[in-house]
């Protein structure tokens, strides 16, 4: 417990020093906040003018923003683990009782925890869209497991914060997948299956519509993570060896 409060401590002080970092915790609720008091606004202006309805919408909206939550406190995760890298810190774990398991361990197990509390304050923020209670939960989990997906794929593909940024910004592309998916027709949806996004909102779809098939895309969303995250991380070890 006490090293877990010695990291948290070095993480806020880093986050503080850092604008980049900043950025990642505020982000999706102020994203939240404008969804909240500007999406009635323009709604009602294209109804007046266009008499067209953003309310099929929603959902996608919505799924939008809670991508952002995985995205930027995966960036958060991955720059410091960079940093980290950058310092010898991670050699320096590996010799200690806690071991470099247990640094990541806790550097992703954070980051799940405040990707998972988040996703909540962004959904009673911007309160566009109703989800029952235990498929909130659910989907909170499931939004949650991107965003060490978004920390190993830094960590591993930059060696750096200018390489991490640059990938950064290829990776929050994902945060545009629900748009894609609500044009997409039919079956030609599940071509994307194959990118972890695609399960959180096709879950969330499901959720809001009631649909039966909200725990096949729980179950296969939950698999497909875990896939990527263990390959990721087993790539990470192996290069920090």
């Known amino acids: 417990m006490m090293r877990i409060n010695q990291f948290a401590k070095t993480d806020l002080q880093l986050i503080r020093r850092d604008g980049i970092l900043l950025v990642g915790i505020f982000a999706p609720i102020i994203l939240a906040l404008l969804i909240r008091f500007l999406i009635p606004v323009l709604e009602k202006w294209l109804m007046e003018n266009y008499s067209f309805s953003l309310e099929s919408y929603h959902v996608a909206i919505l799924a939008m923003a809670f991508l952002t939550v995985p995205s930027m406190l995966g960036m958060m995760a991955g720059f410091l683990l960079l940093d ?54 659910l989907l909170a989990l499931l939004f949650a497991l991107e965003a060490p997906i978004f920390a190993l794929m830094l960590a591993n593909f930059a060696n750096n914060k200018v390489e991490g940024l640059a990938l950064n910004k290829v990776l929050s592309v994902s945060v545009t997948l629900p748009l894609l998916l609500f044009f997409i027709p039919g079956s030609f ?50 290069k920090t060896e």
Do not use: N
């Open 84 to 137: 980290d890298m950058d310092e010898g810190m991670l050699a320096y774990y590996a010799v200690t009782p806690m071991r470099k398991s247990g640094y990541m361990r806790y550097r992703i197990g954070s980051t799940l925890l405040l990707t998972f509390l988040l996703f909540f304050a962004v959904h009673l923020v911007a309160d566009l869209v109703e989800l029952p209670e235990v498929a909130c939960v």
């Open 189 to 238: 949806k599940w071509l994307l299956a194959i990118l972890p996004p695609f399960w959180p909102v096709m879950a969330m779809a499901a959720g809001v519509g009631g649909a039966g098939s909200f725990a096949v895309y729980m179950i296969g969303g939950v698999a497909v993570h875990a896939l990527y995250i263990g390959v990721l991380y087993r790539m990470f070890i192996k």
